[in-house]
C-alpha cells in the first residue's frame, strides 16, 4: 500500500514563504514522476508544478516564484513558495506517478491534501 503525506501548509501573509514537502511510503518499486496540484474554492484542481525525469515543468502563475524539488533516496517531493499572493491560497495536493513491488505498470496516487491560506 502506498501513502503519500504532505506538510508545511499553514497561514502566510502576501509576499511571505512556505514550503512543503510530500513523503510517499509502502512497497515503492520506482517513481516517474512527482507532482504538485491545488484547488480553490468553486475552481478545478489544477497542475502547480511537476518534476520528472526530464526536469521540471510550472504553471505560468507560479513561474519565477515557486520552486519543485526532489529527493529520490527519500521518496520526497518540495514546494518551495515565495512571493506568496492571495490568489494562491488552496488546497495543495501531492501527486506522485509510481510503481510499487508485485505490479506490472506504475500508477496515480495522491495525498489528501495540505491547506494554504496566504491573507494579512
Known amino acids: 500500500q502506498v501513502q503519500l503525506v504532505e506538510a508545511g501548509g499553514g497561514l502566510v501573509q502576501p509576499g511571505g514563504s512556505l514550503r512543503l514537502s510530500c513523503a510517499a511510503s509502502g512497497s515503492i518499486f520506482s517513481i516517474n514522476a512527482m507532482a504538485w496540484y491545488r484547488q480553490a474554492p468553486g475552481k478545478e484542481r489544477e497542475l502547480v508544478a511537476i518534476i520528472g525525469g526530464g526536469g521540471t515543468n510550472y504553471a505560468d502563475s507560479v513561474k519565477g516564484r515557486f520552486t519543485i524539488s526532489r529527493d529520490n533516496a527519500k521518496n520526497t517531493v518540495y514546494l518551495q513558495m515565495n512571493s506568496l499572493r492571495p490568489e494562491d491560497t488552496a488546497v495543495y495536493y501531492c501527486?506522485?506517478?509510481?510503481?510499487?513491488?508485485?505490479?506490472?505498470?506504475?500508477?496515480?496516487?495522491w495525498g489528501q491534501g495540505t491547506q494554504v491560506t496566504v491573507s494579512s
Open positions: 501527486n506522485a506517478h509510481l510503481q510499487t513491488y508485485g505490479t506490472y505498470r506504475p500508477d496515480i496516487y
